[in-house]
């Protein structure tokens, strides 16, 4: 399971990467051991260079001089309609609930759930709007 240290250093690297390659974070699932991420970008190269960014940095603070935190290379699949994006958001949603975490989405911590679905500001990393994105 990450630590609470752990997640806070991923929403971290997430903002400043963000900022850095002008990348929109659009829904996220931090799960015990990955992460699942919807991204954009009017670039694609600056989605590369956002992952790159986020998997040397969060070694770095979290293992540093240790190989293998993350154990698998990230997965990238581009998503070129509002139905495929929508699917795989009800994805990113329900891992925690597929794996038997918890019964319902809503109550899985670190998701965009509850602020995409149900509208909430009180969230622990607000995802971007999916309006106006180019």
């Known amino acids: 399971m990450l630590s609470a240290e752990v997640i806070a250093i991923l929403y971290n690297e997430w903002n400043r990467g963000q900022e850095r390659f002008s990348v929109k974070i659009q829904a996220y699932v931090i799960m015990p051991e990955h992460v699942h991420m919807m991204l954009w970008a009017k670039d694609a190269a600056n989605i590369s260079a956002f992952l790159r960014r986020i998997l040397g940095q969060v070694s770095k603070q979290i293992a540093p001089g240790q190989k293998g935190f993350w154990k698998e290379r990230p997965r990238v699949f581009p998503v070129y309609s509002r139905d495929i994006i929508e699917e795989k958001i009800n994805y990113i949603h329900r891992n925690p609930v597929i794996r038997g975490l918890v019964k319902e989405p809503d109550v899985w911590k670190h998701s965009s759930f509850c602020q995409l679905v149900e509208q909430s500001e009180a969230v622990p990393f ?7 994105l180019i």
């Open 126 to 132: 607000k995802c971007d709007s999916f309006d106006n």
